[in-house]
């Protein structure tokens, strides 16, 4: 079934909380009376989480990468030890 324009913007609004109260409101009465409307709700949704959890794996390997640079090139000797004085306190 092919979803029209307005419908994603409605699934969009629902999934991401935005929009008006009144339109939520006739939004969850829709995904009563339209089974198929429920379930473009749930994969949205679900698309949401993987992007998100996809997001925060690449930040963590970002991060893992900068610390292991910081934490080992030769050039960041002296921030190290900084680092190690501001622990060992």
């Keep these: 079934m092919k979803t029209s324009w307005n419908d994603m913007q409605a699934i969009e609004g629902y999934a991401l909380s935005s929009g008006n109260p009144e339109?939520?409101?006739?939004?969850?009465?829709?995904?009563?009376?339209?089974?198929?409307?429920?379930?473009?709700?749930?994969?949205?949704?679900?698309?949401?989480?993987?992007?998100?959890?996809?997001g925060r794996l690449k930040l963590k390997t970002e991060i893992e990468e900068v610390a292991n640079e910081v934490f080992t090139a030769k050039k960041h000797e002296s921030?190290?030890?900084?680092?190690?004085?501001?622990?060992?306190?």
């Design 23 to 54: 339109d939520r409101v006739l939004f969850q009465a829709r995904l009563l009376l339209e089974p198929q409307l429920k379930a473009s709700v749930h994969w949205q949704q679900e698309t949401y989480a993987l992007a998100r959890e996809y």
């Design 79 to 89: 921030f190290r030890q900084k680092i190690r004085n501001i622990f060992s306190k």
